[in-house]
Protein backbone atom coordinates (compact mmCIF):
# COMPACT_ATOMS: atom_id res chain seq x y z
CA UNK A 1 0.00 0.00 0.00
CA UNK A 2 3.05 2.27 0.77
CA UNK A 3 4.57 2.78 -2.90
CA UNK A 4 6.93 5.51 -5.14
CA UNK A 5 6.10 5.89 -8.64
CA UNK A 6 8.97 7.47 -10.80
CA UNK A 7 8.90 9.32 -13.97
CA UNK A 8 10.47 11.16 -16.18
CA UNK A 9 13.69 9.78 -17.31
CA UNK A 10 14.78 9.37 -21.18
CA UNK A 11 17.57 10.77 -23.45
CA UNK A 12 18.61 14.02 -23.54
CA UNK A 13 21.68 16.06 -25.16
CA UNK A 14 24.65 17.25 -22.82
CA UNK A 15 23.32 20.69 -21.79
CA UNK A 16 20.21 19.88 -21.49
CA UNK A 17 17.43 19.58 -19.07
CA UNK A 18 14.86 16.47 -17.11
CA UNK A 19 12.23 16.78 -14.81
CA UNK A 20 11.67 13.63 -12.52
CA UNK A 21 8.75 12.71 -10.46
CA UNK A 22 8.42 10.53 -7.45
CA UNK A 23 4.65 10.29 -6.71
CA UNK A 24 3.88 8.68 -3.30
CA UNK A 25 0.78 6.81 -2.05
CA UNK A 26 -0.49 5.44 1.21
CA UNK A 27 1.35 7.75 2.56
CA UNK A 28 1.65 12.00 3.01
CA UNK A 29 4.59 12.62 0.77
CA UNK A 30 5.66 15.29 3.41
CA UNK A 31 5.93 13.03 6.21
CA UNK A 32 9.04 11.24 5.00
CA UNK A 33 12.23 12.86 3.82
CA UNK A 34 12.67 12.53 -0.06
CA UNK A 35 15.84 11.47 -0.90
CA UNK A 36 17.14 11.07 -4.65
CA UNK A 37 19.84 8.47 -5.10
CA UNK A 38 21.24 7.20 -8.51
CA UNK A 39 23.51 4.29 -9.12
CA UNK A 40 25.72 2.98 -11.91
CA UNK A 41 26.28 -0.24 -12.98
CA UNK A 42 28.51 -2.10 -10.77
CA UNK A 43 28.62 1.15 -8.37
CA UNK A 44 27.09 1.90 -5.26
CA UNK A 45 23.90 3.77 -4.75
CA UNK A 46 25.37 7.20 -3.94
CA UNK A 47 23.17 10.22 -2.62
CA UNK A 48 21.69 13.34 -4.68
CA UNK A 49 19.38 15.38 -3.31
CA UNK A 50 17.12 15.12 0.05
CA UNK A 51 14.17 17.55 0.94
CA UNK A 52 13.68 16.97 4.33
CA UNK A 53 10.20 15.11 6.09
CA UNK A 54 7.77 15.89 8.93
CA UNK A 55 6.40 19.06 7.12
CA UNK A 56 10.18 20.47 6.91
CA UNK A 57 11.29 22.36 4.01
CA UNK A 58 15.43 22.46 4.45
CA UNK A 59 16.74 21.11 1.01
CA UNK A 60 20.17 18.91 0.80
CA UNK A 61 22.09 18.63 -2.24
CA UNK A 62 25.07 16.43 -3.18
CA UNK A 63 28.23 18.65 -3.96
CA UNK A 64 28.26 17.06 -7.67
CA UNK A 65 24.37 18.67 -8.42
CA UNK A 66 24.86 21.75 -6.34
CA UNK A 67 23.72 24.53 -8.99
CA UNK A 68 21.93 22.17 -11.73
CA UNK A 69 19.51 20.04 -9.91
CA UNK A 70 16.57 21.47 -7.71
CA UNK A 71 14.62 19.76 -5.45
CA UNK A 72 10.95 20.31 -4.74
CA UNK A 73 7.55 18.93 -3.59
CA UNK A 74 3.94 19.50 -4.15
CA UNK A 75 2.26 18.36 -1.13
CA UNK A 76 -1.67 18.59 -3.23
CA UNK A 77 -0.05 16.37 -5.91
CA UNK A 78 1.64 13.84 -3.03
CA UNK A 79 4.75 14.42 -5.43
CA UNK A 80 8.34 15.37 -5.12
CA UNK A 81 10.28 17.03 -8.32
CA UNK A 82 14.07 16.38 -9.32
CA UNK A 83 14.52 19.13 -12.03
CA UNK A 84 17.80 18.46 -13.79
CA UNK A 85 19.53 21.13 -15.80
CA UNK A 86 22.99 21.47 -17.42
CA UNK A 87 23.25 17.79 -18.01
CA UNK A 88 26.77 15.95 -18.35
CA UNK A 89 27.37 12.14 -19.66
CA UNK A 90 28.55 11.63 -16.29
CA UNK A 91 24.81 11.88 -15.21
CA UNK A 92 23.82 8.80 -17.40
CA UNK A 93 22.68 6.53 -14.70
CA UNK A 94 19.51 5.35 -13.14
CA UNK A 95 17.81 7.70 -10.17
CA UNK A 96 15.64 5.90 -7.50
CA UNK A 97 13.98 8.08 -4.97
CA UNK A 98 13.48 7.31 -1.76
CA UNK A 99 11.57 7.90 1.66
CA UNK A 100 13.46 7.69 4.89
CA UNK A 101 13.66 8.50 8.57
CA UNK A 102 16.84 10.36 8.10
CA UNK A 103 19.41 11.82 5.41
CA UNK A 104 22.97 11.26 5.60
CA UNK A 105 23.85 10.83 1.83
CA UNK A 106 23.25 7.01 2.40
CA UNK A 107 20.55 4.69 1.85
CA UNK A 108 20.80 2.68 5.64
CA UNK A 109 17.47 5.07 6.27
CA UNK A 110 15.47 4.60 3.76
CA UNK A 111 12.28 2.49 4.62
CA UNK A 112 10.73 2.89 0.62
CA UNK A 113 12.43 2.68 -2.65
CA UNK A 114 10.62 4.09 -6.04
CA UNK A 115 11.40 1.16 -9.10
CA UNK A 116 14.35 3.44 -10.72
CA UNK A 117 14.26 5.33 -13.88
CA UNK A 118 16.84 5.81 -16.34
CA UNK A 119 18.33 9.07 -17.65
CA UNK A 120 20.78 9.07 -20.62
CA UNK A 121 23.37 12.00 -21.35
CA UNK A 122 24.47 12.09 -24.71
CA UNK A 123 24.43 13.72 -27.85
Known amino acids: QLQLVESGGGLVQPGGSLRLSCAAS????????IGWFRQAPGTERTGVSC?????????FYADFVKGRFTNSRDNAKNTVYLQMNSLTPEDTVVYYC???????????????WGQGTQVTVSS
Open 98 to 112: AAADQWDGSSRWVDY
Open 51 to 59: ISGRGGSAI
Open 26 to 33: GFPVDYYA
